[in-house]
């Protein structure tokens, strides 16, 4: 399904406002210097590919052969690879660090996506991850399920009534309270599957 999400062009304009207003700071949280390897999942045009320090060694990823050429036009040096997050072409425990910016929002199959991120983390790794979630009041959870069909259409994918932090819990995840930050129907955090320490 192509929408917004898909023209770069439109995308980036829009983007370029929220990373001003905030979404920039927190994009940034998402990397750090001596990542060890990292895939970064749903790159879509690259804005956060470019924001890894250049001793991380990264691997973008994302379904859309569109995005993928602005994206490698914004991180030139990184290997990106077309597939999505279902099905993640990468052998078990091969990543440091998953990340996901805006992402699983879109994901057609969000449990198998996030099976797929705790096969490819070694022990010990993490899922940093920066979505939006469905609105906490009942009101706002209406509005999100009324507006979700035709969002979804002009976006390409985009779902607003979906609660990904619920769902990253609900497959076996657990969220470092330390790195989880809130604001309206936004959330950062990082998570390690069941069974790693947190922290």
């Known amino acids: 399904m192509r929408g917004l999400e898909q023209i770069p062009l ?6 370029a406002v929220m990373d001003r207003l905030l979404l920039g700071r927190w994009r940034r949280s998402l990397v750090q210097e001596g990542d060890g390897s990292v895939l970064e999942v749903g790159v879509g045009t690259g804005r956060t590919l470019a924001l890894h320090s250049p001793t991380t060694q990264v691997v973008g990823l994302d379904p859309d052969r569109v995005v993928l050429r602005t ?3 914004r991180a030139p ?3 990106l690879v077309q597939a999505r997050a279902e099905a993640l072409p990468f052998r078990e425990d091969a990543f440091d660090v998953v990340v996901s910016s805006l992402v699983f929002c879109s994901v057609d199959e969000p449990e198998v996506g996030l099976l797929e991120v705790a096969r490819v983390l070694r022990p010990g790794g993490s899922l940093r991850m920066l979505e939006h979630v469905r609105p906490r009041s009942r009101l706002g959870g209406w509005l999100a399920r009324c507006i979700q069909p035709p969002w979804t259409a002009l976006t390409g994918g985009c779902r ?14 657990r969220v470092d309270p330390g790195t989880r930050r809130s604001r ?11 069974g790693d320490d947190v922290g």
């Open 10 to 15: 439109v995308y980036d304009s829009l983007m």
């Open 71 to 73: 994206a490698l036009r």
């Open 77 to 79: 040096g990184i290997p």
């Open 160 to 173: 607003p009534d979906r609660d990904t932090e619920g769902t990253v819990r609900s497959m076996g995840f």
């Open 184 to 194: 309206w129907i936004l959330r950062r955090f990082d998570a390690v599957p069941e």
